[in-house]
């Protein structure tokens, strides 16, 4: 079956980075369009980036210039890699495994955190 595993999740302070890492099994990686959403504490899930098999990339306005999604077909993974990390970024981020011109998912991870915070 499909499993997304996020890690790289943790307490950053305003100004700090992280990278977010989703390993991908149960699927053939390379021809998979892979997506990240994030989900702060009352409100709905939200696409963060969007990377295609080509790959493309496409970003939230509130994250552009500042995340990049990067992907490794021989690792079978995804990474976000987030800079000038600010509060309003707190929240629980997901990889999911979806389409590029719909920006829909079909398989979700199970989350990490991230909390921006002094």
């Known amino acids: 079956q499909v499993q997304l595993v996020e890690s790289g999740g943790g307490l950053v302070q305003p100004g700090g980075s992280l990278r977010l890492s989703c390993a991908a099994s149960?699927?053939?990686?390379?021809?998979?369009?892979m997506g990240w959403y994030r989900q702060a504490p009352g409100k709905q899930r939200d696409m963060v980036a969007f990377i295609s098999t080509i790959p493309t990339t496409t970003y939230a306005d509130s994250v552009k210039g500042r995340f990049t999604a990067v992907r490794d077909n021989r690792k079978n993974t995804v990474y976000l890699e987030m800079n000038s990390l600010k509060p309003e970024d707190t929240a629980v981020y997901y990889c999911?495994?979806?389409?590029?011109?719909?920006?829909?998912?079909?398989?979700w991870g199970q989350g990490t955190q991230v909390t921006v915070s002094s």
């Open positions: 999911c495994v979806g389409d590029f011109s719909r920006k829909t998912c079909d398989y």
């Open positions: 149960g699927i053939i990686f390379s021809v998979n369009d």
